[in-house]
């Protein structure tokens, strides 16, 4: 059981990431999951999407230079270990991860090229905005809740 | 300073002193005899030359021969200097068409040494020169670098790479034949120079300007005082000097610089070079190289002063007689005295052409070299743009290529292989390595009418 992952090349410029996302919400295609990595000129944008054939048809209508890969989507439970125990079975086999991203946007990661103009942005923006301490408050309520 | 006190030309600051004050009699020229003779006899001695020049190439190369008698002239026609006119140009493809030996005048037990450059296709343009022409392509340097004040006896440290760019071997041989000492250290290795520099008591330094300028920067990092340094004289070449960076080098370095003109196809470096009086200008070797500024448009002279471009026939020049070369350089020649005594007629420096050839870290490149390699890509369009900059002293040059949608593949290794092997191709057509940049499909702006495509960056 494998998902379509659906990758398009990216030049690392203002603007080339959102309009592919234009081009989904156009097309009603919700992103469940993505990852975008640069090569400092040149990224690959990799997306887990709900209509990975209306996400391709959209993209090659617009010319894009795109293509579909199957990969693996796990869904761990959130405890510690967890994360570790799955790559272990593949570690002890010899697979090699190629990248590994987690899915449900709901916490993204961004690393900018002004981050702190982001950052004043953003936070003007209704959108929450995590610190370290929160995200090691997060793990410490749990751990005490479930102690 | 009163008039007639002496100025030493070799302390340091001395030539620029000198020609500030007007002393230009306290600057050395190498053979005043042709250098500073009147034109009458210059061009006395041009004619006698050109005659013997075109009776040479008649004779000895069946191109010119096919290619005189099917336009009705003869050597017997060549009466005048402008009797030039009834010759046929030459241009790079005539080159590039007889490659390798098809223009070589003698038979390679005659050629001592054979140099090239890039071609506008696959093939590079080889050039051959006897022992006779080594002696004068020597003579041609030694009275460039003496323009800028350099004498027997001063050690000269080469930052140009040797191997088959003509610069490198030209300069060292001109200044050998002048007497000074040669440093062979060939390019990079910036803190090495500097070191060499103060080690060896370097007082000349031959470099692009771009990578004097790095030296210079290298230099002050190190904390490297260049106002005590024995350096005391550049002498630029490989590409264009842009004013401002010379007078900086000048000021930062304290040293005198001067740029020459050439190109491998009439010999090499030393066609031309500066002297202290007209730094925008440089003294032609008129008794080696009869110039035309022509119209390149209709291929007929331009009014005396006016822009054109520059066309030189070598005159007796033994292992390739070229013809009216086509240098595609746009200049104007003037023939007035100049104040620093030569006769010898100046062309305003080069800053454009009539074609749209790149000079990067010294190699010709034409941006239709790199649109055929794309095409013979299947994974990228031949859509493409050029950038051209300055990074660390040395041109950088930077080829951004649009990837077709299916030759996208999900892994960096591939993309980046990609990108290598166009890099890899690029760099065996045009002799020079460039960076090349993936761009998405129909990324790269699509110009109306003559496209352009290059994005020269650096400082003019």
Redesign the interface.
């Given at each position: 059981m494998t998902v379509s992952?659906i990758?398009v090349?990216?030049?690392s410029r203002p603007g080339?990431m959102s309009r592919v996302l234009a081009l989904f919400e156009e097309a009603g295609v919700s992103v469940r999951g993505f990852s975008a990595?640069d090569?400092g000129?040149?990224g690959?944008l990799?997306f887990v999407v709900d209509k990975p054939e209306e996400a391709l048809a959209a993209l090659?209508q617009a010319?894009?230079?795109?293509?579909v890969?199957p990969v693996l989507c796990l869904r761990l439970d959130d405890v510690p270990g967890e994360l570790s125990r799955v790559m272990g079975v593949l570690a002890r086999v010899g697979i090699n991860v190629?990248y590994s991203y987690s899915m449900i946007s709901t916490y993204i990661v961004l690393s900018c090229t002004d981050a702190e103009r982001a950052r004043e942005l953003l936070a003007e923006e209704p959108v929450e905005m995590i610190s370290q301490a929160d995200i090691a408050r997060i793990v410490a309520e749990r751990t005490g809740k479930e102690a | 300073m009163t008039e007639n006190a002496p100025i030493d030309v070799t302390a340091k600051g001395g030539a620029l002193a000198a020609a500030a004050a007007g002393r230009f009699d306290a600057l050395p020229v190498y053979k005043p005899e042709i250098e500073c003779a009147p034109r009458e006899h210059i061009e006395a001695v041009q004619l006698a030359k050109l005659q013997e020049t075109v009776a040479y190439a008649y004779e000895r190369v069946p191109y010119y021969r096919a290619k005189m008698d099917e336009m009705g002239v003869g050597p017997a026609d060549i009466q005048t200097l402008a009797d030039v006119r009834k010759l046929p140009f030459t241009d790079k493809a005539v080159l590039r068409d007889t490659f390798p030996f098809g223009l070589f005048a003698v038979p390679l037990s005659e050629i001592r040494e054979l140099h090239s450059s890039s071609g506008t296709t696959g093939k590079p343009v080889v050039v051959g020169y006897t022992d006779d022409d080594m002696a004068m392509w020597s003579e041609c340097i030694a009275r460039l670098v003496q323009m800028a004040g350099v004498v027997p006896g001063d050690v000269a440290q080469m930052a140009f790479g040797y191997g088959m760019f003509t610069g490198g071997f030209g300069l060292h041989y001109g200044l050998q034949r002048l007497g000074c000492a040669m440093i062979p250290a060939g390019s990079g290795n910036t803190e090495r120079h500097i070191q060499m520099i103060e080690d060896y008591g370097t007082t000349v330094l031959v470099a692009t300007p771009s990578y004097a300028m790095h030296i210079c920067e290298v230099g002050e990092q190190m904390g490297y005082d260049w106002e005590t340094s024995p350096l005391r004289v550049g002498l630029f070449g490989g590409e264009p000097c842009p004013p401002g960076l010379k007078a900086e080098i000048e000021r930062r370095m304290h040293i005198v610089c001067t740029d020459n003109y050439g190109l491998t196809e009439v010999m090499g470096p030393g066609v031309s070079g500066e002297c202290l009086a007209e730094r925008y200008q440089q003294h032609i070797a008129e008794d080696h190289f009869l110039w035309e500024v022509v119209d390149p448009e209709t291929g007929e002279p331009v009014g005396e002063g006016e822009v054109g471009e520059l066309v030189l026939t070598p005159l007796c020049k033994q292992g390739i007689p070229v013809l009216r070369y086509c240098t595609h350089d746009l200049t104007a020649v003037h023939t007035g005295p100049c104040a620093c005594g030569r006769t010898l007629a100046r062309m305003d420096k080069v800053r454009s052409r009539s074609d749209d050839m790149l000079i990067i870290r010294g190699t010709n490149v034409f941006p239709s070299q790199i649109e055929d390699v794309l095409t013979g890509i299947e994974e990228v369009t031949p859509h493409y743009h050029i950038v051209v900059r300055t990074k660390n002293g040395m041109d950088e040059l930077i080829v951004e290529t649009e990837l077709r949608p299916e030759a996208f593949s999900d892994s960096f290794e591939t993309m980046d292989a990609l990108r290598r092997r166009i890099a890899e191709k690029l760099k065996a057509t045009l002799l020079v390595a460039p960076t090349v940049r993936l761009v998405e499909p129909g990324g790269i702006e699509r110009a109306v009418g003559k496209a352009k495509h290059v994005d020269d960056q650096r400082a003019k």
């Amino acid at each position: 059981m494998t998902v379509s992952q659906i990758s398009v090349f990216a030049n690392s410029r203002p603007g080339h990431m959102s309009r592919v996302l234009a081009l989904f919400e156009e097309a009603g295609v919700s992103v469940r999951g993505f990852s975008a990595a640069d090569t400092g000129e040149y990224g690959i944008l990799r997306f887990v999407v709900d209509k990975p054939e209306e996400a391709l048809a959209a993209l090659q209508q617009a010319g894009c230079a795109c293509t579909v890969t199957p990969v693996l989507c796990l869904r761990l439970d959130d405890v510690p270990g967890e994360l570790s125990r799955v790559m272990g079975v593949l570690a002890r086999v010899g697979i090699n991860v190629v990248y590994s991203y987690s899915m449900i946007s709901t916490y993204i990661v961004l690393s900018c090229t002004d981050a702190e103009r982001a950052r004043e942005l953003l936070a003007e923006e209704p959108v929450e905005m995590i610190s370290q301490a929160d995200i090691a408050r997060i793990v410490a309520e749990r751990t005490g809740k479930e102690a | 300073m009163t008039e007639n006190a002496p100025i030493d030309v070799t302390a340091k600051g001395g030539a620029l002193a000198a020609a500030a004050a007007g002393r230009f009699d306290a600057l050395p020229v190498y053979k005043p005899e042709i250098e500073c003779a009147p034109r009458e006899h210059i061009e006395a001695v041009q004619l006698a030359k050109l005659q013997e020049t075109v009776a040479y190439a008649y004779e000895r190369v069946p191109y010119y021969r096919a290619k005189m008698d099917e336009m009705g002239v003869g050597p017997a026609d060549i009466q005048t200097l402008a009797d030039v006119r009834k010759l046929p140009f030459t241009d790079k493809a005539v080159l590039r068409d007889t490659f390798p030996f098809g223009l070589f005048a003698v038979p390679l037990s005659e050629i001592r040494e054979l140099h090239s450059s890039s071609g506008t296709t696959g093939k590079p343009v080889v050039v051959g020169y006897t022992d006779d022409d080594m002696a004068m392509w020597s003579e041609c340097i030694a009275r460039l670098v003496q323009m800028a004040g350099v004498v027997p006896g001063d050690v000269a440290q080469m930052a140009f790479g040797y191997g088959m760019f003509t610069g490198g071997f030209g300069l060292h041989y001109g200044l050998q034949r002048l007497g000074c000492a040669m440093i062979p250290a060939g390019s990079g290795n910036t803190e090495r120079h500097i070191q060499m520099i103060e080690d060896y008591g370097t007082t000349v330094l031959v470099a692009t300007p771009s990578y004097a300028m790095h030296i210079c920067e290298v230099g002050e990092q190190m904390g490297y005082d260049w106002e005590t340094s024995p350096l005391r004289v550049g002498l630029f070449g490989g590409e264009p000097c842009p004013p401002g960076l010379k007078a900086e080098i000048e000021r930062r370095m304290h040293i005198v610089c001067t740029d020459n003109y050439g190109l491998t196809e009439v010999m090499g470096p030393g066609v031309s070079g500066e002297c202290l009086a007209e730094r925008y200008q440089q003294h032609i070797a008129e008794d080696h190289f009869l110039w035309e500024v022509v119209d390149p448009e209709t291929g007929e002279p331009v009014g005396e002063g006016e822009v054109g471009e520059l066309v030189l026939t070598p005159l007796c020049k033994q292992g390739i007689p070229v013809l009216r070369y086509c240098t595609h350089d746009l200049t104007a020649v003037h023939t007035g005295p100049c104040a620093c005594g030569r006769t010898l007629a100046r062309m305003d420096k080069v800053r454009s052409r009539s074609d749209d050839m790149l000079i990067i870290r010294g190699t010709n490149v034409f941006p239709s070299q790199i649109e055929d390699v794309l095409t013979g890509i299947e994974e990228v369009t031949p859509h493409y743009h050029i950038v051209v900059r300055t990074k660390n002293g040395m041109d950088e040059l930077i080829v951004e290529t649009e990837l077709r949608p299916e030759a996208f593949s999900d892994s960096f290794e591939t993309m980046d292989a990609l990108r290598r092997r166009i890099a890899e191709k690029l760099k065996a057509t045009l002799l020079v390595a460039p960076t090349v940049r993936l761009v998405e499909p129909g990324g790269i702006e699509r110009a109306v009418g003559k496209a352009k495509h290059v994005d020269d960056q650096r400082a003019k």
